[in-house]
């Protein structure tokens, strides 16, 4: 029951805020609907007492309480409907605002990165919907709380023992709340089984990986293992629900033993001249009401049972991030960032595993150069991008800029000189003048921005062929979708919107572009790292595996395993004759005899 109230309290509390005026109305009409309930049993056993009677006058009276009191109970609810429709839709809208900050809470990747915290919000999504349903079951459990309230009273009017049956209505309460949470305890026990089931329908469906699918004939494969799944699952809740149907029918035969007995004793009270006909009509006419309504309580008090599982759930998440972010750094950048970027004893680990994937790193990157990571796949250089960037913290040892601890800074004042594109670029589908203008949220309506971003990206002829309004993506009915080339084109571009960074990143940028678009992407990386070196002494680094670019860089720095195994310039490592010589005389010689 504490789960219950604590999530009513706090919903309802959240609704009042955001619309008291729905709010009043649509419980004010509830309320009216719940009076009007006892009202029809009590009009009923009126009429009958008077039509036994023979007072025509007084039965006209009652017939017409009687009809004012069906009216109400039919029309009512429908009324209070428009209100906590709208209500709902407001609350719903909020609690997805907050997940939306929720998921973008915090400087750093640790969580966006981590697969169960992306299930966790997949299942507070689940809970939004189910909190949006109980605005209304809210409102309406606390109607019928009162309706059950008001036929108690009338009961006890014909004789106060009829209040037993009042207390035997508790038994389907009771029994229907223990069945229920015995549902809840499965379905968290199966929770990595409903897991495994939308990671396969989410590989089924995404457009990314649907192709494949289709072309390898795996559809068939995927749907077996679902069915496997979903028979595991099928199982346990199978035997769950029977387990809850019993529970609640013996609740219910409890309750109707009881109503029987009330019956009769009306009777019996009939007979011995204690009670009229008319209120054997009422004790029969509220007898079954309370039925109805304790079968109704039970039905929405699952529901809130379920919306405050959900709501434990997102007010835990937010006092989780809360406390991880009480204290973020505080700290300026330097004025001066002459002595550029360093990496001191860097090891890292991802959050939630144990494999060491940046190994004791020391590196620097002066203030103006130009830098290529050279690796294998999975050496670590994406991560490498990732710590300098600031979206992950060493877990052991500093980054340094400018001399000063990366961890003491506070993090968007670094974030507004970083620039990035990453190998995983987004599809940002809005127009294009926002797509690209999102590099930089100052200008994002400067058309003259975003154009001399595209210039400088050297992407002119696909931005000569789209208008700044025109909407890209497939996510909107009249949006024209792109290539990968172009997307990752405009992720330059995109990227290029900050033409004062003291860090350019570009992780893999050409890997989708054909020869001639990465050839420009080349000339104007080189341009703007030029640029950003001269002007702002800006660090440029890079990834890719294509050597000819890389021997434009710098400093080139050969990482392998997590360790930086050589660092210097493409003649001294071809002089070294090392890992980077071996590397450079492979591509070339694919290229020769090629
Ligand atoms: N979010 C993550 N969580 C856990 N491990 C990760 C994560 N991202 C990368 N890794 C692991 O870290 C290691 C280094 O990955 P990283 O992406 O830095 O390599 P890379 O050198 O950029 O590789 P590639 O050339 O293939 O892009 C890999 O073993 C990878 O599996």
């Known amino acids: ?61 009652w017939a017409l309480v009687v009809a004012v009191a069906l009216t109400g109970d039919l029309m009512l609810g429908h009324f209070a409907h428009l209100y906590y429709f709208e209500l709902a839709e407001e609350t719903e809208q909020r609690f997805n605002r907050d997940l939306l ?83 809840q305890e499965v379905r968290e026990a199966q929770s990595s089984t409903t897991r495994s089931i939308r990671a396969l329908r989410r590989l089924a469906t995404s457009p990314a990986s649907q192709k494949e699918i289709r072309l390898n004939g795996g559809t068939d494969f995927l749907l077996a293992r679902q069915g496997a799944l979903l028979g595991t699952y099928d199982e346990a809740m199978g035997r769950a629900d029977t387990r809850y149907a019993l529970l609640r029918a013996a609740g219910q035969i409890v309750f109707g033993l009881a109503y029987v007995g009330a019956v009769l004793g009306a009777f019996w009270l009939a007979r011995e001249g204690r009670a009229s006909v008319g209120q054997v009509v009422l004790t029969i006419t509220l007898a079954t009401q309370l039925s109805t309504q304790m079968s109704a309580g039970i039905e929405m008090l699952g529901s809130v049972h379920r919306a405050a599982a959900g709501l434990r759930r997102f007010v835990g998440l937010e006092a989780e991030l809360a406390a991880e972010h009480a204290t973020p750094p505080d ?38 150069s130009s830098v290529a990571l050279v690796g294998e796949n999975g050496a670590g250089k994406s991560t490498l991008l990732k710590l300098v960037a600031g979206l992950y913290r060493p877990t052991a040892g500093r980054v340094l800029v400018g001399g000063t601890d990366l961890a003491t800074v506070e993090p968007a004042r670094w974030r507004e000189r970083t620039a990035a594109l990453y190998q995983d670029f987004a599809r940002v589908e809005l127009t294009l003048q926002h797509s690209v203008g999102i590099g930089r949220l100052a200008d994002v309506d400067d058309e003259s921005a975003v154009a001399a971003a595209l210039r400088r990206a050297d992407v002119g002829e696909l931005a000569d062929e789209l208008a700044p309004a025109d909407v890209l993506g497939t996510g909107y009915a009249d949006g024209r979708d792109l290539s990968g080339g172009q997307w990752q084109n405009l992720g330059f571009a995109r990227t290029l919107m900050r033409d004062d960074p003291a860090l350019l990143i570009l992780d893999e940028p050409a890997a989708a ?54 660092h210097g310039t493409h003649a001294e490592l071809l002089a070294a004759g090392g890992r980077y010589a071996q590397l450079w005389a492979l591509q070339f010689r694919a290229y020769t005899e090629g």
Do not use: K
């Open 1 to 61: 029951m504490r789960d219950v109230v604590f999530c009513l309290r706090r919903l309802l509390t959240i609704t009042w805020r955001l619309d008291r005026r729905r709010f009043a109305a649509g419980a004010g009409l509830l309320l009216l609907g719940a009076i009007a309930t006892p009202l029809l049993a009590i009009g009923a056993g009126r009429l009958v007492d008077d039509v036994v009677a023979g007072d025509v006058a007084s039965a006209s009276g």
């Open 331 to 368: 700290g300026l950048l330097p004025a001066d960032l002459s002595d550029g970027l360093r990496l001191e004893d860097v090891t890292f680990v991802y959050p939630g595993t144990e494999r060491t994937v940046l190994d004791h790193v020391d590196l620097h990157l002066p203030a103006g």
């Open 101 to 183: 900050r929720l998921v973008n809470a915090g400087d750093h990747l640790d969580r966006a990165d981590d697969p169960a915290f992306a299930d966790r919000i997949d299942l507070l999504r689940q809970d939004v919907m189910q909190m949006r349903a109980t605005v209304q079951t809210g409102l309406q459990l606390g109607a019928t709380a009162v309706q059950v309230l008001l036929t108690a009273v009338v009961l006890a009017t014909v004789s106060p023992w009829l209040l037993v049956l009042a207390a035997f209505a508790v038994a389907p309460v009771v029994l229907g709340r223990r069945a229920e949470a015995g549902l």
């Open 513 to 566: 572009l054909d020869a001639l678009a990465e050839q420009r992407l080349v000339d104007a990386y080189q341009a703007t790292a030029a640029e950003v070196a001269t002007t702002v002494g800006g660090v440029t680094v890079f990834v890719t595996h294509r050597m000819s670019t890389v021997r434009l860089a710098d400093r080139i720095v050969v990482l392998d395993a997590g360790r930086v195994v050589e």
